[in-house]
């Protein structure tokens, strides 16, 4: 009698084990069609430079300097406007369909007059001037963002203040 308990209790656990492994497939799958590289296009809410103006902000730009990814060729500019995510889900602003990007992995957002740049607990993480983001930090001109294996340039000409002068 107790030979035959373990092995429904054995056949159980099995049962269990394979319904978690449908689970985590389900799931992974759902999330690579989720930010399928057709749906890019439409996911932008940031404008391009040269497009229509963005009515929140002050002109600054994120320059795209670096990408192995179609989706971001190098020399695309994004105009910045009170806050940007960036990310692999095709609801980010821009999207980095990559698996090496989080799903929300940063975000740049204006706070009392000047862009800050946060790191959304990526699993990779933001680098900032190639030094790891861990909290919330001020963006100057001329910053460099890299997120994986894409590079952005932050620019945001005629705000700052010349030290010398």
Known sequence: MLAVFIMILRYF???LLFLSIFKLIKWMVGDLQEVAPQDFKESRSVHKAGSLPCETGD???LVV???LFPELKSGETFVVGQEVLLGRDRRCDIN???SFASARHARIYLKEGQYW???LESTNGTFLNEIPVDKPIVLANGDIIRIGSVIFR???WGYEVDAGN
Do not use: K, P, Y
């Open 65 to 67: 300097d670096e990408s």
């Open 117 to 119: 740049l946060e790191d």
């Open 96 to 98: 980095i369909a990559a």
């Open 59 to 61: 002109g600054a730009e």
């Open 154 to 156: 932050f620019v945001r």
């Open 13 to 15: 656990f099995l049962l």
